[in-house]
């Protein structure tokens, strides 16, 4: 009788184990929409303008990875609307608080935030989405337990791999966790204290982070350290939709050198790119789709690394997604697409 019960319990373990595995692999991450949106690229039809007014107290700006939809956060209630009419098509209220972070999926248009609950003994996070275009909530089961005073403060995931790196910001020092397919949870322990910048290969389960001392690193696996570059003198820029990472080596004027290429070779055998004049490093961006490395300049004019001109318009550059460039003008959110004559 108690073996029946043993195995009774034990199949109804497993059900449940095989039901979350199936809810994360076939709904909340995995989705051959991105090879496919490869496969289609450049023969979606886009607007190459839209503009869309928004309350000029709105924070934390965001636009969905095709342009459709803008986010927002206003006091705290997470605002999407339809980029092309300005229509509010969902409020998440108190979906985030001061400074919280969210995201939109790379290959589709769900929001990825997270609810945090403070307490005397600590914060508690959980991992929640919204998908807009199937009105549909998804809360995944994880829950993340950070001392007092703490929040996710970045995200980076990949849908092929199906794994999802978040970095939390704590008084102590940042931790960074990897959450895999399974739904499990394990927190990786860092060499440094905080991570200034991290990207994540798309293919391979790579994650390449940048210490606040200026040090690289490769995590590979969610295991494996490699110490890319030891010494303060380079600087990680970006990813491209091929993998290639780029990195930017400092020197007396500002970057001078970009290198790019797989986290499988040395850097030394990088492609290198020497620029005519050092450049500022916060205006060096990867275009993720073009696979190349763009130069803000003035603020609103978004240059290739010849000087020529890729757009410009009025207001500020606040982000860069797949197929737009968005700006910022007071009330008004400008997305003009990259032209690709």
């Given at each position: 009788?108690?073996?029946k019960k ?5 199949f ?17 991450l995995?989705d ?23 309350p ?7 636009v ?39 995201t ?13 609950m403070d307490?005397?003994?600590?914060t ?73 910048k ?16 200026g ?11 490699v ?48 620029l005519k ?30 000087g ?34």
């Amino acid at each position: 009788m108690k073996i029946k019960k043993v195995l009774k319990w034990a199949f109804a373990t497993l059900a449940l184990e095989l039901a979350f595995l199936y809810y994360l692999n076939n709904v909340f991450l995995v989705d051959s929409t991105f090879i496919k949106s490869e496969e289609v690229f450049g023969s979606i039809s886009l607007p190459p303008l839209i503009e869309i007014k928004i309350p000029s107290y709105a924070k934390d700006v965001h636009v969905s990875y095709d342009g459709k939809y803008i986010s927002y956060d206003e006091g705290g209630n997470l605002i999407i609307a339809d980029a092309k009419t300005g229509k509010t098509v969902k409020v998440i209220e108190k979906a985030t608080k001061e400074g919280d972070y969210y995201t939109w999926l790379p290959d589709r248009n769900r929001i990825l935030y997270f609810s945090r609950m403070d307490s005397l003994t600590g914060t508690k996070v959980e991992l929640k989405s919204y998908d807009v275009d199937n009105d549909l909530y998804n809360t995944v089961y994880i829950k993340i337990y950070l001392p007092s005073k703490s929040a996710i403060s970045y995200v980076t995931l990949s849908p092929l791999t199906n794994v999802i790196y978040l970095k939390a910001t704590t008084p102590y020092g940042d931790r960074l966790y990897q959450v895999n397919i399974m739904g499990e949870v394990r927190r990786i322990y860092l060499p440094v204290k905080r991570i200034e910048k991290m990207v994540e290969t798309q293919r391979k389960d790579n994650l390449i982070y940048q210490s606040d001392d200026g040090r690289l690193y490769l995590l590979k696996d969610g295991r494996k350290q490699v110490l890319l570059s030891a010494k303060n003198k380079y600087a990680l820029l970006g990813i491209d939709r091929d993998d290639n990472v780029y990195i930017g080596k400092m020197g007396t004027e500002g970057i001078e050198e970009i290198y790019y290429d797989s986290v499988d070779k040395p850097i030394g055998m990088w492609h290198k790119i020497s620029l005519k004049r050092g450049q500022v490093l916060k205006d060096l961006v990867v275009l993720f789709n073009e696979k190349s490395v763009g130069i803000i300049t003035g603020n609103n004019r978004l240059e290739d690394l010849r000087g020529n001109v890729i757009s410009e318009a009025k207001g500020k550059i606040i982000e860069i997604t797949r197929d737009y460039i968005v700006y910022k003008n007071g009330d008004k959110i400008i997305l003009k697409r990259f032209s690709r004559d």
